[in-house]
């Protein structure tokens, strides 16, 4: 059975993420007024990464369960990681969170225990920077995307397979990406074929879709090109979709059109909520 | 024995035995208990709860009066760790902070066998009775002449695939704990023999069982091996491999009531 393989420090997995830092990411999302795509982006991203390390610190330190890589593109291609760990692509999930390039501390709500909320000061470790600058060179970065994935795949070769995660908000615009994604979903491990998510974010305030397994409501030929080339959900990923209040049919697939930021916070969560850790 | 993958370090499962009192009232306690592998400090916490048990507990009317000692004793335990990593240089990481403030978290299962008076023995036995505590999914299976006759607190296999309920050293993650507790007792003949086991386990010696399998031989036969460590650790090495066995860590104790 594919998509079943214990992700342990012996057989680790991988997560990829690509994000889109064309200069259309300083827009804020559709629909609503203030915070820039690129600063949305970089905080659910930042976020998530915190997470993860949370995910897989133990008593003795943070077990290397997964590599970590960030490739940003706009006006350039490359790893987005900043500090210690900048220019790397893939990085053992320890080194990740050995290595954020400045701790911030921001402010939460939380209930005060009287019915109240009270504000309380966290840390937010920050590996991502907003960038959102020039044009949208899709097909290379998912050129890299692959090279990067292929050395992760010789080298573990039975790991449940890579997930990667896409986010953007353009068209390419170094030619037509299809065939560098399919690239990309065509890797596989013994455990199954590497997993693409596309997430689109919103430039105008039209009803997002999400995890559609059909491609009859998309608006255009771009969408369609999103759909096509993003996997289908696994049975665990549906499950997931699910618990977030959203009923996807069989063949859904983990692509998200013009989706705001609460989408794309979902859809991180679904790609990367472990299934099989050990 | 630890998971697949894990040093014996990491095993994050513990047991203890208590010593049998010295006057002719016999009574013998035994305790297991399984730390949630997504917590921190939950190999101390699993070691702590056993610790506890055999050595304190009574009755399940002081329940309440065990846990919030339990609880005092680990925040004492949690101090002198944060302390000695202090003494070692070794800071308190952000990516820690989250899992220390939300504590460890556990299963566990204590086994009280009494005999009130040793020197009074009853005609339908040896006049034994047992009491056991659950909270979680660690499990106690009680043989007689060969048959299974009681399960405790888990019956069914299937019921390992939910998330059990497991006890916190947090304080505020135990709302309605007492509630979760759960009891059982009966009688003990001699050549009884018990098996205490955390979830993997258990969930493939109830598996066996509703197949018309009789696993408790399995079991028995590897402790009466010439070397039972070697004999228990191959054991379970081939169940996983054979995906009989989720990988997991292990625990097992069998007991018997010999006169």
């Not at chain 1, 012996?10 to 820039?36: H, W, Y």
Request: overall charge negative; glycine content about 6%.
């Amino acid at each position: 059975m594919s998509y079943s393989a214990e992700i342990s420090r012996t057989n680790p997995s991988c997560f990829l993420f690509v994000i889109d830092q064309s200069g259309s990411m300083a827009d804020p999302f559709g629909g609503e007024a203030g915070k820039r795509k690129a600063d949305g982006v970089a905080d659910a991203l930042n976020r998530l990464l915190q997470n993860l390390v949370i995910k897989c610190a133990k008593t003795e330190g943070v077990r290397d369960y997964y590599y970590i890589g960030v490739i940003g593109y706009g006006a350039q291609v490359g790893s987005a990681f900043l500090g210690n760990i900048a220019g790397r692509e893939l990085v053992p999930i320890s080194e990740v969170a050995a290595n954020p390039a400045r701790i911030e501390e921001r402010t939460k709500k939380v209930e005060d225990g009287a019915g109240g909320l009270v504000e309380q000061m966290v840390k937010f470790p920050i590996w991502i920077e907003p960038i959102a600058n020039q044009g949208t060179p899709m097909r290379k970065a998912m050129t890299m995307a692959e090279t990067t994935l292929k050395s992760f795949v010789a080298a573990h070769p039975d790991a449940f397979p890579p997930i990667v995660i896409h986010i953007t908000d353009g068209e390419s615009t170094d030619g037509d990406p299809t065939e560098a994604m399919r690239n990309v979903t065509n890797i596989q491990t013994s455990d199954g074929n590497v997993l693409l998510f596309n997430v689109h974010l919103s430039s105008s305030s039209s009803q997002p879709i999400a995890y559609p397994n059909s491609s009859d409501a998309l608006p255009d030929k771009y969408a369609q090109l999103l759909f096509d080339t993003a996997s289908e959900l696994t049975p665990f990923m549906l499950s997931i979709a699910r618990e977030q209040g959203y009923d996807p049919e069989a063949g859904a697939r983990g692509f998200v059109f013009n989706g705001d930021l609460a989408l794309v916070i979902q859809s991180l969560d679904i790609g990367t909520r472990p299934s099989n850790l050990r | 024995m630890p998971k697949a993958g894990n040093t014996a370090a990491e095993y994050e499962d513990a047991f203890g035995v208590s010593k049998t009192s010295p006057d002719s009232t016999f009574r013998s306690v035994v305790a297991i208990a399984d730390g949630a592998s997504e917590s921190l400090l939950s190999r101390q916490w699993a070691k702590l709860l056993v610790k506890r048990f055999v050595r304190h507990w009574q009755e399940p009317s002081e329940l309440d009066e065990w846990l919030s000692d339990t609880l005092r004793a680990w925040q004492h335990e949690k101090r002198s760790y944060l302390r000695q990593r202090v003494r070692e240089h070794k800071p308190i990481q952000w990516y820690e902070e989250p899992g220390l403030e939300a504590g460890a978290f556990a299963a566990l299962l204590g086994l009280v066998i009494t005999r009130p008076d040793a020197s009074n023995e009853s005609s339908n036995g040896c006049g034994y009775t047992w009491r056991a505590v659950a909270v979680g999914d660690c499990c106690l299976f009680q043989m007689r002449a060969d048959v299974c006759i009681r399960s405790f607190p888990v019956t069914e296999s299937r019921a390992f695939t939910n998330r059990p309920f497991l006890l916190s050293s947090n304080l505020a993650r135990n709302a309605g704990i007492a509630e979760r507790f759960q009891f059982a007792e009966g009688d003990a003949q001699r050549h009884d023999r018990f098996f205490l086991m955390t979830d993997a386990l258990a969930a493939w010696f109830l598996y066996e069982i509703e197949n018309g399998a009789a696993p408790w031989r399995e079991l028995s036969n590897l402790f009466r091996a010439k070397n039972p460590a070697q004999a228990v650790g191959e054991w379970i090495k081939a169940r996983r491999t054979a995906h009989e066995l989720r990988n997991d860590d292990v625990t097992l104790i069998e007991l018997e009531i010999l006169d």
